[in-house]
């Protein structure tokens, strides 16, 4: 049981590049979420699923678009990609958007703008 | 900018030392969880608590939630070096929405 997969695990862009982070989860969950963390502060939401068909922007989605491409996969696209969006990036999903809910995040995707 | 507060930043302790780290809210919170996310890995579920007052134990860890739920406790007693890592407690600010997670604390422990 893969549980949450997402790719590439390394990445590096060069200023203005574009790239698609995919994530895929097995569980037949119906929500899925993109975060990324830098040093010292913590997970921040930055685009979310509730459930196939929509998507909502988190906390800080600027710079980035997403795709829910059916139940299972949740795509993070970079369009232009910038320094500061250099992070590690963590596909999750939760069986609904409900807050009671546990999350299961993939093994994260390491991406540096140069 | 997130709700969710937690101290400290990091905690350094020495093996077989007690471990405390604190999460606050300003807003009462349905439920809190708590993750463990080890170095160079990803967020690992811990617990739920969902009632005023509640405690929770697993093994050394032992969780509270306020008795206003709008703060929760991890206490980790006799702290090992397999308990390395970052502690994330996460709420939901806004009703049922997705969870916002606080910023974490890092613990290292010295054997």
């Known amino acids: 049981n893969a549980g949450v997969t997402q790719t590439p695990k390394f990445q590096v862009l060069k200023t203005g590049q574009s790239m698609t982070l995919q994530c895929a989860q097995d569980m037949n969950h119906n929500s899925m979420y993109w975060y990324r963390q830098d040093p010292g502060m913590g997970l921040r939401l930055i685009y979310y699923?509730?459930?196939?068909?929509?998507?909502d922007k988190g906390e800080v989605p600027n710079g980035y678009n997403v795709s829910r491409l059916n139940k299972r996969e949740f795509s993070l696209r970079l369009e232009s990609a910038a320094p500061s969006q250099t992070s590690v990036y963590f596909c999750?999903?939760?069986?609904?958007?409900?807050?009671?809910?546990?999350?299961?995040f993939g093994e994260g995707s390491w991406l540096t703008v140069v | 900018g997130q709700q969710v507060m937690q101290i400290p930043q990091y905690q350094h302790v020495q093996e077989g030392e007690d471990f405390t780290t604190y999460c606050n809210s300003s807003?009462?919170?349905?439920?809190i969880q708590w993750y463990k996310q080890r170095p160079g890995g990803h967020p690992v579920f811990l617990i739920q608590l969902v009632k005023s007052g509640e405690v929770k134990k697993q093994k050394r860890l032992t969780f509270q939630f306020g008795e206003a739920k709008k703060n929760s406790s991890l206490h980790i007693t006799a702290t090992q070096t397999t308990d390395v890592g970052t502690y994330f407690c996460?709420?939901?600010?806004?009703?049922?929405?997705?969870?916002?997670f606080g910023k974490g604390t890092r613990l290292s422990v010295i054997a």
């Open positions: 699923s509730a459930s196939e068909g929509t998507t």
């Open positions: 999750a999903s939760s069986e609904d958007e409900t807050s009671g809910n546990t999350i299961y």
């Open positions: 996460a709420g939901p600010i806004k009703g049922n929405t997705p969870l916002v």
């Open positions: 807003t009462t919170l349905s439920n």
